[in-house]
């Protein structure tokens, strides 16, 4: 199993991000890809999650209404579009993928960093 996180980078308050998360290794329908992020000196916090399965979205309070998963099963790709992005958003970001949505998800990628500025 393979995960691929990509897309971050330096933005301003206000701006946009799109991240992706490309998946290899498994039949991606019968995964759910989940979105964490992890900010200097504080614990990991899930972000959202998506079922490839029934198309099912989770996500964290902190985040609801301004970022957006998808997925592109055909390109075995998870999605997360974030708007409207605060400084207090900037962290690592990595996905995983797990046969559920949870809080421990069996296999990670490597992150990619977003950062924020004010």
């Known amino acids: 199993v393979q995960l691929q996180a990509s897309g971050g980078g330096l933005v301003q308050a206000g701006g946009s991000l799109r991240l992706s998360c490309a998946a290899s290794?498994?039949?991606?329908?019968?995964?759910?890809i989940g979105w964490f992020r992890q900010a200097p000196g504080k614990e990991r916090e899930g972000v959202s999650c998506?079922?490839?399965?029934?198309?099912?979205?989770y996500y964290a309070d902190s985040v609801k209404g301004r970022f957006t998963i998808s997925s592109d099963n055909a390109k075995n790709t998870v999605y997360l579009q974030m708007n409207s992005l605060k400084p207090e958003d900037t962290a690592v970001y990595y996905c995983?993928?797990?046969?559920?949505?949870?809080?421990?998800?069996?296999?990670w990628g490597k992150g990619t960093q977003v950062t924020v500025s004010s």
């Open positions: 995983a993928a797990d046969s559920l949505c949870g809080s421990y998800m069996d296999y």
């Open positions: 290794g498994f039949t991606f329908d019968d995964y759910a």
């Open positions: 998506i079922s490839s399965s029934d198309g099912s979205t």
